[in-house]
């Protein structure tokens, strides 16, 4: 599936969901699953983040995220 390679099960999902019911079951879940699996990911990451941001300020170190949720946050 296109989505798997491009890793936006989530965006396809969020805009999809409402005709589920018109789709072929195995791509529902499919395009649902990734979508899930993406979102925990990306909460796993959001609390290394958190916790590599409170190491940094407890040593006093200047930091910024670059990559990953931050910028996919701004886009």
Known sequence: MLAERHRI????WRRLAPQA???PPSVAAALKNGAQAITAANLSSAVEC???A???QAAGLRYVFLKG???SLLA
């Open 21 to 23: 019911a018109d789709m």
């Open 50 to 52: 958190r916790n590599l």
């Open 9 to 12: 099960h989530g965006l396809l």
């Open 69 to 71: 949720l931050t910028l």
């Open 54 to 56: 409170a190491a940094f």
